[in-house]
Every structure is written in structure tokens, then in C-alpha cells.
């Protein structure tokens, strides 16, 4: 079993945090570099302090799948969320479920695709006022994107990641740390469902049962602040997140049908669209 695979399994995994100078170190040495260097160790140290929750970037999820055959990523593209008339919680959601959407686009190496992300992410950023912190990696996610770069840009997408927690956290928002943190998963395992409909392995599908990481996440949106739970976003994440714990909370020696795996696929694809649309 890949090492990535065993965060379905546990109760509390590590989050996956770039390391300083990993990018230099991977690369060839005609490789475009970065436009900023990566995080310092301890910027990482308190960026890792304040997100409550530990979960894997999205893009450590799909480079498993990808080495399980040749999933069509492009399927799973889908338009771009509202960025006027949202409130903080549905944009700190949204904002988890784009950066997401650019691990899809690296996957599927569609650097069009990673550029207009990477806008919609600035701009997000932009609302919660955490631009400043990313626009230098948006910057090179462009480049790298224009270049081919696809290890450069999950890396340089892991640190925008990184960036914005930091971010959220000088301004004093660690609470939307959280909701970020959330939309990316939700949006993750959107994706994943749906490449398994697509493809069904009873292998791969067994790996979905995770009860305990789904009650982790439920137990972090109970200890959000009153304001923020009463959110009408975040009251539907919370009502569905109940709904995908009851659909991977199977027993340990059960391999879920392909019926299953759309159902899940179908329950997280709902919820996706409500942080987007907040109806």
C-alpha cells in the first residue's frame, strides 16, 4: 500500500508540509526556479501550529491515484466558484476547494488550466485579504505552468497552501484555517469518488472507509466559534460531512460496490456545490 493511502486509515495524520529547498534539490539544473523560496522551517512550524487540522494536500491524494493507471483528470474539472457575494466562512471553503482544483489541473499538466486557478485563487486570497502572502507564488505558479514544471507546481501549490494558513494566521482568522482546510478535503474526495466511479477497483475502494478521519473533522467544526457554526455554509458542510460518514463507516473487512462509490461520489459532489453556491 503507498504511504499516502494510510492517511484514509488513521485517526489523526500528518499534514504534508513542503520542505525548505526540496524544489531546488528535485529539479534538473536547467529548471526555471522559483520566483520566492519555499517557507522557512519555521514558518512551517507555526503554519503547522495553527491548522487544527492535519490532513494530507489534496495533491498527495491524487499522485496516488495517478500511479494506480491513467485516471482522466479532466473529467473532474468543473467552473470555477462565485468570488463576489460570499461571506469569509464560504470563501475560506471555496478557497480550500480551488487550490484543489489546481492539483487536478497539475495532474491533468493542462497549464492553461493551472493559470486560471491560480488567478481564481488570488482573488480569493485577495477577499480575505491574504493576497499579499500568495501573489508571489502565484506568480510562479505561472511560470512553472507556462514551462511544463508539474513537481515544481504541486510544490509551489503545497506552499501557496502553506502561505495562506500563515496568513490567515498573522491576520488573526485562524478559525477559517479550518473551513480551508475542510473545502480541499471535501473537494478531494470528490474527485477521487468520482475517478473510482469512472473506474471501479475493489482495491482502491476498500482504502475509503476512513470513520475516524471524518469524525476528526466533525469534532474541528464543533469547536469553531459560535458565529462561524451558525453559518448557513458551514451548518450544510456539517450536515454532509455527517451524511459521508455514514457512507464510509463500513466494516474493515467490507470492499465498497461500485454503487457505493457512487453514492459517496454523489454525496460529496452535493456538498461541493453547496460551499460554491451556499444554496
Do not use: C
Amino acid at each position: 500500500m503507498p504511504p499516502v493511502w494510510k492517511w484514509l486509515l488513521l485517526s489523526a495524520v500528518a499534514a504534508v508540509l513542503v520542505e525548505p529547498g526540496r524544489a531546488q534539490q528535485s529539479s534538473p539544473e536547467n529548471a526555471p526556479k522559483p520566483a520566492v523560496s519555499p517557507l522557512t522551517r519555521d514558518e512551517i512550524k507555526a503554519a503547522a501550529a495553527v491548522d487544527s487540522l492535519t490532513v494530507p494536500t489534496p495533491g498527495e491524494f491524487f499522485k496516488a491515484i495517478d500511479k494506480t493507471g491513467k485516471p482522466n483528470w479532466v473529467s473532474q474539472y468543473r467552473p470555477p466558484p462565485p468570488i463576489n457575494g460570499v461571506n469569509r466562512a464560504q470563501m475560506a471553503l471555496n478557497l480550500g476547494t480551488l487550490i484543489a482544483d489546481g492539483f487536478i489541473a497539475v495532474e491533468a499538466q493542462d497549464g492553461q488550466q493551472v493559470k486560471n486557478i491560480g488567478r481564481d485563487v488570488l482573488a480569493l486570497a485577495k477577499k480575505l485579504s491574504v493576497s499579499d502572502s500568495v501573489l508571489a507564488r502565484g506568480k510562479s505558479i505561472t511560470q512553472f505552468a507556462e514551462d511544463g514544471s508539474w513537481d515544481q507546481l504541486n510544490e509551489e501549490l503545497e506552499a501557496t497552501q502553506n502561505e495562506v494558513k500563515k496568513a490567515l494566521q498573522d491576520n488573526r482568522d485562524t478559525d477559517l484555517i479550518t473551513l480551508v482546510s475542510i473545502g480541499g478535503w471535501i473537494r478531494g474526495t470528490q474527485v477521487v469518488t468520482g475517478l473510482l466511479a469512472e473506474s471501479y477497483s475493489p482495491e482502491t475502494a476498500r482504502l475509503l472507509r476512513q470513520p475516524a478521519l471524518v469524525s476528526y473533522l466533525r469534532g474541528k467544526l464543533t469547536q469553531l466559534p459560535s458565529r462561524l457554526r451558525q453559518d448557513k455554509v458551514v451548518v450544510q458542510v456539517d450536515s454532509g460531512i455527517q451524511n459521508i460518514a455514514k457512507l464510509v463507516s463500513f466494516p474493515a473487512d467490507h470492499v465498497p460496490t461500485a454503487d457505493e462509490v457512487k453514492n459517496l461520489n454523489e454525496a460529496a459532489t452535493k456538498l461541493t456545490k453547496e460551499i460554491s453556491t451556499g444554496e
